[in-house]
């Protein structure tokens, strides 16, 4: 990997680049298994917890909820007392979060846990991101990003297979003590290897006065609020077909419980070619450019995705063919989305990476509670929904750019 240029505040005999770009993208990718690895168990935990699959299903809003509440603080509490120790006591809690749902014996105790996990999850998701942008500057800051995204992509194809096997040989107790030793190996490998991002003398005190008006700053920023909207509805896009994934592969399509790869490692090849191309195309061109391109790609994957769900009344394969597609462009946003949203609030990005990535969380659980419910009937449904996503998306990136042209 090429040389970074990094910022002087860190020291650079403590800072190897391929090693943070591994740690921030496993932080990151705790958040995507905690969703993920448990969905093809919800059969058999509806029965072992004595609850409805529909009880089993409001566990994702259990998780997600605590998140959406939970992700403004994580970086804005990091601002004050550095990036390392949130990042450690996250994770800590995350690995009780996940021994709670290991031991529940009923629906209310796998809720208890499952918020638990929500509240902490979002540590390393946020901070890791701050971290990135604490260190590497412009095109370093979009390479660093792609390359982060190249290794969470595998997660989604990851966290299900793995979740399905685990299911099969040692039952669905043991995907939960999986969560709770990849979190505790987060916390070792933290302790030992992730620097300190923050020196003293740029941190933030939690003054209540302070933060309200950081928060209404952002918030009442139209440049920052249209990009996170920009990054929120490409991602609902996909992750619609993530949620509704225990009906939309077994209902749908008709496999079994071991088969949720059919659906997610397609969406992985995507992402992972997103982000190697927006790697690849980061330095080459504006960020508003890359962006456009990927919307570009999208659009042309809605399209197909509208058509063949329309023609073809078997759903297998014709309601995956797209999605790869959808993916890639959705992928080769990101990073160029991340950095442009980071930088609208310079001097405190950790506060700027949390609000980012609440509203992407509260579209998700927003998604989970009210959208999925109402689209899994039919996969025609979630192809129109999915198009829908991607146009507010594009509508809301050109407002942003709009404001920067106004500034």
């Known amino acids: 990997m090429a040389t970074m240029h990094t910022k002087a505040e860190v020291e650079p005999q403590r800072l190897h680049t391929p090693t943070?770009?591994?740690?921030?993208a496993g932080l990151s990718m705790l958040g995507q298994f905690a969703i993920a690895t448990y969905l093809p168990a919800f059969s058999i935990m509806a029965q072992a917890l004595h609850a409805t699959p529909a009880q089993i299903q409001q566990s994702l809003s259990a998780y997600l909820l605590p998140f959406a509440l939970m992700v403004p603080w994580h970086g804005a509490i990091s601002d004050a007392i550095g990036r390392r120790r949130m990042i450690l006591a996250g994770n800590v809690l995350f690995t009780v979060g996940?021994?709670?749902?290991?031991?529940?014996?009923?629906i209310g105790l796998l809720y208890a846990g499952r918020a638990v996990q929500g509240m902490s999850a979002g540590a390393g998701v946020i901070i890791g991101?701050?971290?990135?942008r604490d260190v590497f500057d412009g095109t370093d800051a979009q390479k660093i990003m792609a390359l982060v995204a190249m290794i969470f992509a595998l997660a989604p194809a990851l966290a299900p297979v793995?979740?399905?096997w685990l299911l099969l040989w040692t039952g669905w107790r043991s995907i939960f003590l999986f969560l709770a030793f990849l979190s505790a190996l987060l916390v070792v490998i933290c302790w030992f290897f992730v620097p300190e991002t923050l020196p003293p003398a740029r941190r933030h005190p939690l003054h209540p006065v302070a933060l309200a008006r950081a928060y209404g700053a952002l918030f009442t920023m139209p440049r920052f609020v249209a990009l996170a909207l920009a990054n929120a509805a490409v991602n609902l896009g996909i992750y619609l077909y993530v949620l509704a994934a225990p009906s939309f592969v077994v209902k749908h399509l008709g496999l079994g419980e071991q088969s949720f790869g059919y659906l997610f490692i397609p969406i992985v090849v995507g992402l992972i070619a997103g982000a190697a191309v927006a790697h690849r195309t980061a330095g080459h061109g504006s960020a508003a450019r890359n962006v456009l391109l990927g919307h570009l790609v999208m659009v042309v994957a809605g399209v197909v995705n509208i058509g063949v769900n329309a023609m073809h009344a078997s759903p297998m394969p014709w309601a995956l063919v797209a999605l790869p597609v959808f993916s890639l462009g959705m992928m080769m946003t990101q990073p160029f989305l991340q950095v442009l949203a980071l930088d609208c609030f310079p001097e405190r990005r950790g506060l700027a990476s949390s609000c980012y990535i609440t509203v992407q969380q509260f579209g998700n659980f927003l998604s989970s509670a009210l959208l999925v419910p109402m689209l899994l009937g039919?996969?025609?449904?979630m192809a129109l929904g999915m198009a829908v996503l991607q146009c507010i998306g594009l509508a809301t990136f050109c407002i942003a750019?709009?404001?920067?042209e106004l500034d």
């Open 20 to 24: 943070i770009v591994v740690l921030v």
């Open 378 to 381: 039919s996969t025609l449904y």
């Open 401 to 404: 750019m709009r404001h920067r």
């Open 162 to 164: 793995c979740g399905g």
């Open 129 to 132: 991101r701050a971290m990135v």
């Open 98 to 106: 996940s021994l709670m749902c290991a031991a529940a014996p009923g």
